[in-house]
Nanobody, 120 residues
Framework: QVQLVESGGGLVQPGGSLRLSCAAS????????MGWYRQAPGKERELVAV??????NYADSVKGRFTISRDNAKNTVYLQMNSLKPEDTAVYYC???????????????WGQGTQVTVSS
C-alpha cells in the first residue's frame, strides 16, 4: 500500500515560481518511477515530468522551466516550477508506480491533487 501526500500548490503571478512536493509512504513496495501529471478544466490529464532511476522526462511545454527531482531516502519527489504561465494552471497530481515486494504485481498510485493557479 502506498500513500502519496502532496503539498506546495497555490496562487502565483505569471513569471513566478512554485515548488511542489510529494512524499510517498510505501510499505512492501519497490518504486520504479515518480512523477507529476496535471489536469486543466475541460482537458485530459497529461504528463508533466517523471523521474525513473535518475532519468528525467518532461512534457515539451515545460522543458526549461520545470525541474523534477527525487530524494530516494525520503521517497519524496519535487517539482520546481519557474517562469509560470497562465496555461500552467491545473490540478497537479503526484504519481508513482512499481512492484509489490516479493511479487510481480505492477501497480500505480495517485495523490489527491494540488491546485496551481497562475494569474495576475
Amino acid at each position: 500500500q502506498v500513500q502519496l501526500v502532496e503539498s506546495g500548490g497555490g496562487l502565483v503571478q505569471p513569471g513566478g515560481s512554485l515548488r511542489l512536493s510529494c512524499a510517498a509512504s510505501a510499505r512492501r513496495f519497490n518504486i520504479k518511477s515518480m512523477g507529476w501529471y496535471r489536469q486543466a478544466p475541460g482537458k485530459e490529464r497529461e504528463l508533466v515530468a517523471v523521474i525513473t532511476s535518475g532519468i528525467t522526462n518532461y512534457a515539451d511545454s515545460v522543458k526549461g522551466r520545470f525541474t523534477i527531482s527525487r530524494d530516494n531516502a525520503k521517497n519524496t519527489v519535487y517539482l520546481q516550477m519557474n517562469s509560470l504561465k497562465p496555461e500552467d494552471t491545473a490540478v497537479y497530481y503526484c504519481h508513482t508506480n512499481g512492484w509489490v515486494a516479493g511479487t510481480s504485481s505492477f501497480v500505480n498510485y495517485w495523490g489527491q491533487g494540488t491546485q496551481v493557479t497562475v494569474s495576475s
